[in-house]
C-alpha cells in the first residue's frame, strides 16, 4: 500500500489515446490516459465510465448536445450512452471503468487496446 501519485503516471505515458492501468478498486481499473484530438464515436453496452480531468480540458460528446469538462472536474458516461470524447489541446485524465471495459467500447479498429500496461 503506497501513495500513487497521478503527475508521476501520466509522465509515463508516451502517446495519445493509450489507457494504463495505474491500480485496481473492487472490480474496477484506474487508469491515465493522454488525448488530443477527436477519439470516434461508441459506448459501452455494461459498463459505466468515469472521467476527470487533471490537466487541461476536454468535451464529451453525446448525440444531441456537448458537455465541456475542465480540470478538477469529472464526467461519467452511463453504459449505452453513445458518446465521444474529444480534446483541441493534450489533456490529462484519471479513467474508473470496470475491468471489462475496452476502450472502443463496441467498435474495434487501430485504437482498440485489449491489453492495457500497468505503470
Do not use: C
Request: without cysteine; aromatic residues 8%; proline residues 4%.
Amino acid at each position: 500500500m503506497d501513495a500513487v501519485n497521478i503527475q508521476q503516471k501520466l509522465a509515463q505515458v508516451t502517446g495519445f489515446w493509450q489507457p494504463a492501468i495505474v491500480g485496481e478498486l473492487n472490480n474496477d481499473y484506474i487508469k491515465v490516459v493522454k488525448f488530443r484530438g477527436e477519439f470516434l464515436w461508441h459506448h459501452h453496452e455494461h459498463e459505466d465510465e468515469m472521467f476527470l480531468v487533471v490537466r487541461g480540458a476536454m468535451r464529451m460528446k453525446f448525440r444531441g448536445r456537448d458537455v465541456l469538462v475542465g480540470p478538477g472536474e469529472f464526467i461519467i458516461v452511463p453504459r449505452g450512452v453513445e458518446h465521444m470524447p474529444v480534446a483541441e489541446d493534450e489533456v490529462h485524465v484519471v479513467l474508473i471503468e470496470p475491468r471489462s471495459t475496452l476502450n472502443t467500447g463496441n467498435v474495434r479498429n487501430e485504437r482498440t487496446r485489449d491489453s492495457l500496461a500497468r505503470i
